[in-house]
């Protein structure tokens, strides 16, 4: 089946730090791969994105490719600031069952920056 | 644009009772899904609706969940009997047609006792 793995938390960096969360993927087809965020208080909402092998999402300085050859897809960013604070999930939609594509999430990173 | 809207925000049960959840999906949006977030952990999926059909229910625990949308627009979740291993936030999510983006409601905090 399908699984998504990353790197526990709380991960925590210095404000303007450089930030990298690790995420890998066993998949069955032809996954899309995802990244969500859960600032405190709110629901989850799409950071990024990318559909299909070597494509990169990008999204509020933050950016992630997608490797087929080392089944990942890690989420980076060049300067972190406390706005950024929040639990980050990867995720991945399995096209190749027809119409469902429900999503299989990681169990979370909670990121905190401190300034 | 009005978002996805759920309620109750908060529930308290006591195990072996039921309790239902509500989701109204994004206006126009076809594609419906429900997860379960049990605290630690991402999310899982448990129902995929199009329209008022069901597309993947495989990780739904049938004997005690269901789920219906009836009229292809709001849905509602069940649990029956609850057990103290629901408690968790329920996730509802809509999109326009499989395989766009997923936008996610505020969610339920079910606490069964």
């Known amino acids: 089946g399908n699984s998504v793995t990353q790197m526990e938390g709380p991960v925590t960096l210095s404000e303007e730090a450089f930030l990298t969360i690790n995420c890998t993927y066993t998949a069955t087809g032809y996954p899309s791969l995802f990244w969500y965020v859960q600032y405190p208080g709110e629901g989850l909402q799409l950071l990024l994105k990318?559909?299909?092998?070597?494509d990169k999402g990008s999204n509020k300085g933050f950016e992630a490719t997608y490797r087929k050859e080392t089944t990942s897809f890690h989420l980076e960013k060049g300067s972190v600031q406390v706005s950024d604070s929040a639990v980050y999930f990867c995720?991945?939609?399995?096209?190749?069952?027809?119409?469902?594509?429900?999503?299989?999430f990681g169990k979370g990173t909670h990121l905190i920056i401190q300034p | 644009e009005a978002g996805v809207a759920q309620s109750p925000r908060y529930k308290i049960i006591e195990k072996r009772q039921s309790v239902a959840f509500w989701c109204n999906p994004i206006?126009?949006?076809?594609?419906l899904y429900w997860y379960q977030q049990i605290l630690g952990q991402g999310p899982k999926l448990l129902i995929q609706f199009q329209n008022n059909g069901v597309v993947d229910d495989s990780q739904l625990p049938k004997d005690r969940f269901s789920a219906e949308r009836l009229k292809g627009v709001d849905s509602t979740l069940k649990i029956q009997p609850a057990k103290l291993e629901d408690s968790a936030v329920y996730l509802c999510?809509?999109?326009?047609?499989?395989?766009?983006?997923?936008?996610f409601g505020p969610g339920t905090r079910l606490t069964v006792t």
């Open positions: 999510a809509s999109s326009l047609v499989p395989r766009y983006e997923q936008y």
């Open positions: 206006s126009g949006h076809a594609t």
């Open positions: 995720a991945l939609s399995d096209l190749s069952g027809g119409g469902a594509d429900g999503l299989t």
């Open positions: 990318a559909t299909k092998a070597d």
